[in-house]
């Protein structure tokens, strides 16, 4: 089975890493990740931003460029960026904003909306959020006008499942990544977003799994393709987000 990795971070001491709550990741390169998911069948995929790197965009580029055209960049984004670099990033595979409202190092929350109409008018990305029930419950206005939206770590709260399934139910796209993140059953909730939209769920390894509990195994890979069964399988780690992120599937 060909697999979208829709959430995965490069880490690269060659470009800008910044501190974030006392934390600074060890070094995870492209040549790292591809070795450690080399036992996958992984085609394409998202590299995201994470809190450590703000609005560096040096090593996106350079990762996106040993990666190849069939991944993407996730990026973070001042409000005053132009849309001059917008597009410039646009060209060379970015394709959404993240908004790390849980560690920072993104722009503001404030900005959501005005951004998230700004980038898809221009180029048609969407954003991500890396939010906790208490945000999610907050936005929850906010989200549901979005032009288009993914929440990250199956919305990582046990307490905010009836406000992701709510979001689901409107159209929200959700990553099934960060398992060892959660304090629930990551693959009971797979299997009822799943009943509510299987166009919803995009399966990510969430490598190199900085501060979680529990890092990805490639068993939680397994483990979701026994849940799901092949083809539902199909659709949560290969077509749904080659969908999203504007792949031809």
Known sequence: MKIFDSHLHIIDPRFPLYENNGFLPEAFKVEQYKKRVSDLNIKSGAVVSGSFQQFDQSYLINALDLLGDDFVGVTQLPVDVTNEEILSLNKLGVRAVRFNIRRGGSESVTELSYFADRVYELVKWHVELYADQQSLATLKQKIGKLPAVSIDHLGLDKSGIPLLKAFVEQGVKVKATGFGRVDFD????????????????????????????LPFTDQHFFDLITVLGEKAAEQVCWLNARKFYGFAT
């Open 186 to 213: 990551a693959l009971d909730l797979v299997s009822e977003l799943y009943k509510i939209s299987p166009e919803a769920l995009m399966f990510g390894t969430d490598l190199p799994s900085t501060r979680a509990p």
